[in-house]
């Protein structure tokens, strides 16, 4: 399903993006019945300059019963400057968590690397099958723990937000991603659909809540300004990157 055009970018990221990606399509294809997703126009692969670097943004994006859309993004800018974004919407009428993955690294290393499973409820927990899976996975050690940004409130108590200090840490990471994403896919595929509306309405305030925060990240919105424009770099945080139901 997954041809050797839509591998391209990987190849040439940090090793561990590479893992990563891998890893995701993986566990998708193993546990949801996934198909392709529409990207919108001209918003799958796009190149641009970014002070002199050429910019790449590889765009790839499935949908699946209880998803409405699960989109993996890598990017790459120059020699420099690698990074895989993961975020998979659930439809609203599955009251899911939103699970996210970042990397973002160079030649130097991964300097960030966070995963969570980000609750939707208006009182900010994840659904009991979530919380009791998630707090019996093993304890895990980093040496350089980071802090989450201010608008941050979106996380849960298991988001983990590291920069990986040596290649342990960084197996250490990836297979802590891999536990997540396992979890979400096997309680998701067992769920039922929501049939009251104003449920549903709570899902979609949850997810657009969510979507609103991330929109906060001036990081990526500088660097999509800076190469494409404020307009495009609008659109695209609002249409690609955090899109929700209205």
Avoid at 12 to 21: C, E, F, G, M, S
Avoid at 182 to 190: D, F, K, P
Avoid at 206 to 217: A, F, I, L
Wanted: charge should be negative; proline fraction near 5%; glycine fraction near 6%.
């Amino acid at each position: 399903m997954l041809n050797s055009m839509q591998t391209s970018l990987r190849t040439r990221q940090h090793p561990l993006i590479h893992r990563l990606a891998d890893s995701i399509e993986e566990i998708w294809q193993q546990h949801l019945d996934i198909s392709p997703y529409s990207v919108p126009e001209g918003l799958g692969y796009v190149e641009g300059h970014l002070e002199g670097e050429r910019l790449i943004i590889e765009n790839h994006c499935y949908q699946a019963l209880q998803f409405r859309k699960l989109h993996l993004e890598l990017a790459q800018v120059g020699n420099g400057l690698d990074i895989l974004h993961c975020v998979m919407f659930p439809n609203p009428e599955y009251a899911l968590p939103i699970f996210g993955t970042d990397l973002v690294g160079g030649r130097g290393g991964i300097s960030a690397a966070i995963a969570d499973l980000s609750p939707v409820s208006s009182d900010r927990t994840l659904p009991p099958s979530y919380s009791q899976q998630l707090s019996v996975l093993s304890g895990l050690e980093f040496s350089q723990p980071r802090a989450l940004p201010e608008w941050g409130d979106i996380f849960s108590e298991f988001c983990l937000f590291v920069r990986p200090g040596n290649s342990q840490e960084e197996d250490r990471f990836l297979n802590r991603v891999r536990e997540f994403l396992t979890i979400h896919c096997q309680i998701a595929s067992q769920q039922t659909p929501l049939t009251s509306n104003l449920d549903i309405s709570k899902v979609l305030a949850g997810q657009r809540n969510y979507c609103t925060k991330q929109q906060q990240n001036d990081k990526t919105r500088r660097v999509l300004e800076k190469s494409f424009g404020e307009e495009w770099a609008d659109r695209y945080m609002t249409t690609m990157l955090f899109d929700y139901v209205a």
